[in-house]
Structures are given as structure tokens and as C-alpha cells.
């Protein structure tokens, strides 16, 4: 929640339920816009990563918190999404009930607690292959902590974005990471002869290492920073303790995904969570999906 207060067009959200004393229940939406003002009309969109997060999944402590969030959300958003990163099963009849679609979603996990050579044979063979070209091309791998290389890695991130038409957090998101929250933010470069051409920042917390922001220099490409990048971050995971590296969404069963195609050849796996989606302003909701599609379709030619 302090991160995102700390960023540039972002509101966060959070609802808790107590009980004796005690929390048994949070949710932190963050509302998202793009633009001025205006066009915070026609961007802003709330997302939930990972909750609502209840108790041995109370159904009527997920109906509270579910309840009380929309007292709180401005008049303005046009769209909830949910993104669990884990089953939420136990209390989606609860967000279903109160009008969220689940629509199919997977989410792509690798279990790294196994010793580094099973999870090497666990590769695809062109990962392996690609990984084996950057070795011998001469990268190196690198844990960033100064600020300096920090801010290096969020311009890589930038021009990333940039490159694939998405919409980008800003540097404002990353400016206080460190500060906020030490112990659960870690950042990865991947150098050649000096120069920083991949980078990547994970979030850390108990056994849960989770993928969270990578971008790289398309110069360097035939290097295969990135590849190379991964296996060393998913080895820092494994030699640090961690049992799950995260590699976030997998996008919708029975759709050509090739991102979803590029992560399984890591020796993950496959887990069905779903996404819940609420339309506040369905018109806006509909025309906003449209004028993305459009973009998007421009964009690619």
C-alpha cells in the first residue's frame, strides 16, 4: 500500500476485517489511470493482485470485505479485475455472487526446491541451447543494490514497454522499493563487456519468489540476455531458500498465448486460478476493450 501511494497514478485501496483483535481478512485494490484527468475517465481500472486474502476462506468475511470495498471505490473506475496467485476457490462463489465473472486463466509456476540439476534437465532444450550461447558470449550475472544500477534497470524496463505497446507503472513505482520494503524486493541484471543489457525485479516473501518486472536491451538480443537472465535468477531463488518461483500469467485456456509457451519451457507448470472481472460502467467497459484491441491491432502492423 505505501508503494503504491508513493506512484504516479495510482490509488491504493485496503480493506481489513478484525476480529478480537486480530486481522482475518485484507484486501488492497489499486486504482490505476493514464493520462490527465480526463483521461482518468476513460483509463482508471482497479486490480486486486492475490485477494481478497481470508481466514480458512470465511465466505462471510470475503462478503464484508468484498462489500466494503465497493463503498470505497471511486465513482470514476470503470473495471475490477482479480488476479489470484493462488486458489481462491473457497470464497468465489462469494465473488461471484456479488457479480464477478470468472473467466479462465492460468497462472505458471516452478517448484525450485529440487537441486540445480534437476532443474536444468527440467529445461527445454532450446532454453538450455540459449542459455549455453550467452555463457560462452560472456554474460554475467549480477544482484544490483546500488541505485545507479537500480535506475538502469528501470529504463530498461521503459523501453521494454515502450517496445511492446503497454502501458508502463513509471519510474515512480520503483523509487521507494527499496525503502518500504527491503527485505522483499530483489534486483537482477545481466551485463556484457560492462554494459547493462537485461534486468529484472522479483519480489521475495517466505518460500514465494514471484515474477514480477523484466525488460532488456533488443540490441543484445542475439545474446540471449534474457534467458540467460532467468536461469540465474530462478538458481539465486533455489540457493536462497525459496520453494515456488512465480512466473505470473500464463494467459486464457484454449488461446494461442506465446508468452505462456515461452515460460513452460522452464519445466513449469499449469494452474488454472482464473481472473474475476466487475464492470462498474459497462458501456466504458465495453468501449475501452474495444479502443485496446484497435491499438493493439494498429500497433502490430
Known amino acids: 500500500m505505501q508503494v503504491y501511494e508513493c506512484t504516479l497514478n495510482n490509488r491504493p485501496i ?67 479485475e482479480i488476479r489470484p496467485i493462488f486458489d481462491l476457490d473457497g470464497i468465489s462463489g462469494v ?62 524496463l521503459e523501453q521494454t514497454y515502450h517496445r511492446k505497446h503497454v502501458p508502463f507503472a513509471g519510474s515512480s513505482l520503483f523509487e521507494h522499493l527499496t525503502d518500504i520494503m527491503p527485505e522483499n524486493v530483489h534486483f537482477f541484471a545481466a551485463y556484457y563487456n560492462g554494459k547493462m543489457v537485461a534486468g529484472q525485479i522479483r519480489l521475495g516473501y517466505k518460500k514465494l519468489l514471484y515474477a514480477w518486472y523484466a525488460g532488456s536491451d533488443e540490441d543484445y ?24 518461483f512465480d512466473f505470473g500469467g500464463g494467459g486464457e485456456p484454449d488461446k494461442p498465448y506465446g508468452v505462456r509457451d515461452y515460460k513452460l519451457k522452464y519445466g513449469c507448470e499449469m494452474f488454472d486460478y ?16 474495444k479502443a485496446y484491441a484497435l491499438y493493439h491491432k494498429i500497433k502490430g502492423k
Open 95 to 156: 465473488l461471484q455472487g456479488n457479480g464477478y465473472v470468472r473467466k479462465g486463466h492460468f497462472n505458471i509456476l516452478l517448484r525450485i526446491n529440487r537441486s540445480k540439476k534437476e532443474l536444468w534437465n527440467g529445461l527445454h532444450k532450446e532454453r538450455r541451447r540459449n542459455i549455453g550461447q550467452a555463457q560462452k558470449a560472456g554474460l554475467q550475472f549480477k544482484v544490483v543494490r546500488s541505485v545507479e544500477e537500480r535506475l538502469k534497470i528501470v529504463k530498461l
Open 221 to 244: 538480443f542475439k545474446l540471449r540476455p534474457n534467458d540467460f537472465l532467468m536461469w540465474n535468477v530462478i538458481c539465486w531463488g533455489q540457493k536462497n531458500g525459496y520453494n515456488i
Open 14 to 80: 485496503l480493506i481489513a476485517a478484525k476480529k478480537q483483535g486480530r486481522i482475518v481478512g485484507v484486501l488492497l485494490a489499486t486504482v490505476i489511470t493514464n493520462g490527465n484527468s480526463i483521461a482518468k475517465h476513460l483509463t482508471a481500472r482497479s486490480i486486486i493482485t492475490g485477494g481478497p486474502i481470508v481466514a480458512n476462506d470465511n465466505p462471510g468475511i470475503a462478503r464484508l470485505l468484498i462489500e466494503e470495498y465497493k463503498r470505497h471505490l471511486p465513482y470514476y473506475v470503470i473495471y475490477t
Open 274 to 289: 482464473g481472473r474475476y472481472v466487475l464492470a462498474h460502467r459497462p458501456v466504458s467497459y465495453w468501449m475501452a476493450a
